[in-house]
């Protein structure tokens, strides 16, 4: 805004608003202190760390006895990992066992603690990062959403009051599926944090363990609880790790973020500003295909035979290719009983289908993509007379919609490079059956 200008409004409301109006983001803000708190905990338990390890040498004159045969406790049995005394090295239940020094022993422990809690310290380190990250990827999807869902409201204003309900209904999807997304990255982030909130207990009663300087003391602890934490801590906290990954952002509303006036009321033509692109079919010479003049019309042609080693012969593609943007087109099948429609690959002049979706009677509706050889049925509970292709270089997938009733059929991740193209079959000509037109709509 502008300091002291006359008429300063808000972008979204149009009301008038003053410095003293605006306020601060309290989840960014939030975040934010989270975040410093948090690496300043972080510097303290680096610091104490050193501490720790400066003072394992001390206070080297403590003795406790045995509780069997009142004998100072000099030496440490590795076999069952506690301190005894030189009479129960002799005894039968430690015949064979290996031995240490209380000193030796002590030393070695404190060491593996101190190394486990600095190891716990740099994980931390990396969960800390995670956070952060996942909180920025939150943040990211929120403003995305207020922006999609500014976006709709404009186009919305246009039709009038006429279609109310559908924005509400739009506007409801896109609330539900930023819920979905948020939903997901806030369990990948509560993950993260319960994992943080456990190590840090486990720091808490390691650090509680390294303040023991009686050598006895902290072995019988060793013995009791210490080496079972670090166990736990050196068997499943790096595999742990090694799951957790970022849930990236994933908002997407599909073609209604640019064709939202189009799918919702394509009858108002005169409102609409972004309608399905209208391109010609490239014409190739091909002898079992007929193309219209104007390019936007193929039909099969009766002939004797299709040439079997030219699986792509009653497939054509539109003179237009894309390497990137959103594109969307609506094509009319009508009541023809053998069709395909979709997308192909163009790169270095070879065209390769990618994602298509096909429709005979005998088979039914299927999905056939370049990666994958088995098709994949699709159930429509009624046959659309007319498909709508869109593609989105963006996000590198195409998705079939039924045109009829604007609903959605299938998404799927396209696995050729670009650039694409359209990609069109009006099917065989099956002595007749099947000789209607494949029309591509223009508007």
């Known amino acids: 805004m502008t300091r002291n200008a006359p008429d300063t409004r808000c972008p979204e409301c149009r ?3 003053t410095q003293n109006d605006i306020r601060v983001n309290r ?3 939030n975040l934010v202190d989270a975040a410093k ?6 510097q303290a338990l680096r610091e104490a760390v050193s501490v720790y390890t400066e003072t394992t040498t001390h206070n080297r ?9 009142n004998e100072e406790l000099k030496l440490f049995c590795v076999t069952d990992q506690k301190p005894i005394c030189v009479v129960c090295r002799e005894e039968e239940t430690h015949k064979g066992h290996n031995f240490k020094s209380v000193n030796e022993a002590y030393q070695d422990k404190k060491k593996k603690t101190s190394e486990t809690l600095e190891n716990l310290l740099s994980i931390e380190n990396i969960l800390v990062a995670l956070i952060n990250e996942q909180a920025e990827e939150i943040l990211k999807t929120m403003e995305k959403s207020k922006a999609l869902s500014d976006q709709i409201s404009a186009q919305f204003m246009k039709l009038h009051q006429f279609l109310n309900d559908k924005e509400r209904e739009v506007k409801n999807q896109l609330k539900e599926e930023e819920n979905q997304i948020l939903n997901i990255m806030g369990v990948n982030m509560f993950t993260m944090e319960e994992m943080l909130s456990d190590g840090e207990d486990k720091q808490g009663i390691m650090r509680s363990a390294l303040q023991m300087n009686k050598p006895s003391q902290f072995l019988q602890w060793w013995n009791e609880n210490g080496r079972f934490i670090i166990r736990e801590i050196c068997n499943t906290t790096q595999l742990t790790l090694q799951d957790l990954s970022v849930t990236p952002d994933t908002l997407s509303l599909g073609p209604y973020e640019t064709y939202l006036q189009f799918f919702v009321w394509k009858e108002m033509l005169r409102f609409i500003e972004l309608v399905p692109h209208h391109h010609t079919v490239e014409d190739r010479g091909d002898q079992s295909i007929s193309i219209s003049p104007s390019g936007l019309c193929i039909q099969p042609k009766k002939v004797a035979k299709i040439q079997k080693n030219k699986p792509n012969s009653l497939w054509l593609k539109t003179e237009s290719t894309f390497n990137t943007g959103i594109h969307l087109w609506e094509l009319n099948v009508g009541r023809k009983v053998d069709w395909g429609v979709g997308v192909c690959s163009c790169e270095s002049g070879k065209i390769v289908t990618d994602t298509v979706l096909c429709f005979n009677s005998d088979s039914g509706y299927h999905i056939e993509q370049a990666h994958d050889t088995d098709r994949s049925a699709i159930n429509l509970t009624s046959g659309p007379r007319k498909i709508c292709v869109y593609l989105d270089c963006e996000r590198n997938q195409v998705s079939f919609y039924n045109a009829d009733r604007m609903m959605l059929i299938d998404t799927r991740v396209l696995s050729k490079p670009p650039p694409y193209s359209l990609y069109l079959s009006p099917g065989l000509y099956l002595d007749g059956k099947n000789s209607d037109p494949l029309t591509v709509c223009w508007y």
């Open 15 to 17: 009301r008038p608003f």
């Open 27 to 29: 989840v960014l803000r």
């Open 37 to 42: 708190d948090h690496l300043r905990e972080h």
């Open 61 to 69: 004159d403590f003795t406790e006895c045995c509780i069997y045969h």
